[in-house]
């Protein structure tokens, strides 16, 4: 098992930049993936992105090359870089965790992207 707590949603003019952070109560070094999913009013929750425990990472179309996703395994962190936002990038975005299959999820921080 692993709990999940993420920081770092804000609102932010278009344009500008976040960093989310989502903690783990546990080494993530052998966890089989972990990733960011964001869910707007309205909308079904979305896969933001992912990275694997080997490294591997995608991303949704609408977010390549402005969102980073990385991992700091001595910190037991997740980060996604957010640069570029749009108003549309505008949701609650959860962390989530693979071990064995099982889902593991956050509690959710917002992000609104506004002027």
């Known amino acids: 098992q692993v709990q999940l707590v993420e920081s770092g949603g804000d609102l932010v003019q278009p344009g500008g930049s976040l960093r989310l952070s989502c903690a783990a109560s546990?080494?993530?070094?052998?966890?089989?993936?972990m990733g960011w999913y964001r869910q707007a009013p309205g909308k079904q929750r979305e896969l933001v992105a992912r990275?694997?425990?080997?490294?591997?990472?995608n991303y949704a179309d609408s977010v390549k090359g402005r969102f980073t996703i990385a991992t700091s395994t001595a910190k037991n962190t997740v980060y996604l870089q957010m640069n570029s936002l749009r108003p549309e990038d505008t949701a609650v975005y959860y962390c989530?965790?693979?071990?064995?299959?099982?889902?593991?999820w956050g509690q959710g921080t917002q992000v609104t992207v506004s002027s």
């Open positions: 990275i694997t425990s080997g490294g591997i990472t």
């Open positions: 546990r080494s993530i070094f052998s966890i089989s993936a």
């Open positions: 989530n965790a693979i071990i064995a299959t099982r889902d593991y």
